[in-house]
């Protein structure tokens, strides 16, 4: 049986997104923040299913490198107040079990970022142990950004860090992504897509931030262009639905399942798995039939290799194909 209410959803924040002037119910400041997952973390906002919620963000370093910022600030960075959050915001009807489902309606570009090599950080920290900065102007009209005087490159939008609270009073860090979601730093949640999080305490208590103007999927020297940004986003509690372990996401295109683990052999076999469970928990085939079909369609993508200690991977299925069955 084909999964209705999520095609439909996707239909409808495609159509959302391509309005302009949306007029959000709630508004949050980039004040708005924390930077920590915990069931402990009071919210900032209660609201109902179906609000819209804009927020501003602040770039992931918190205001330490800004746009006059140089390779000093960066060399004496205080990790402390990293990845900035814009949040918690509490949904009324969401219980535990439930479903999260939030729709990017809206990403406003702002005007600077940076990337940086942090020494001791990143995919090939060894081979590049020395500290480097870099400070973007961004053209939000163009949604571009020069590399160097060879390179310019066309923006991409997204947030790198969206999750719920998990079940633990523990102050736990960004850094990882984890069954919440948190720190997946996956280029595909763009505007117009639709992320689901399971819901692990009552009001489910999103947050987002860590914002990137663009980054290719790894995020091979642990950063992306880290800058501020305005986002508007739909909250909605799915109930009844088949239980998601992890989160999963869907634009008009394709579904998305996210596995996250310690070693890359850990986190694929997980999307692999969840894949298979998506399908068969919403369409009429059997899981042979579906571990075979993600044989032949199925897309397997590094979402993010740096976030120690997990990894993130994610299996992309093509909605042409979930059409016929």
Known sequence: MRNILISAAVLFVISCSQESGITPDYVLSAEQKHNKFSSAIPPVLRVSTGSVIKVDTHEASDGQLHREANIDDLKNIDFGPIHPLTGPVYVEEAEIGDILAVDLL???????????????????????????????KINTVAGTATFNDKVELKLNPFPGVMGVAPETAEMLSTIPPRANGGNMDDPNLTEGTTVYFPVFVKGALFSIGDTHAIQGLGEVCGTAIETPMTITYRLRVLK????????????????????????????????????????????DITAEDAYMLCSLVGDLKIAEVVDVPNMLVTMHFPKRILRQL
């Open 106 to 136: 809206d990403i406003e570009l702002h005007d600077y970022g940076w990337q940086a090599i942090v020494p001791g950080f990143g995919f090939l920290s060894d081979r590049f142990p020395d500290a480097r900065l870099t400070i973007y």
């Open 240 to 283: 009844d639905k088949p239980a998601i372990k992890e989160p999963q996401y869907e634009n008009d295109e394709f579904y998305a399942v996210t596995g996250f683990g310690e070693t890359i052999d850990i986190a694929t076999k997980k999307a692999v798995n969840y894949m298979i469970d998506h399908l068969v928990d919403n369409y």
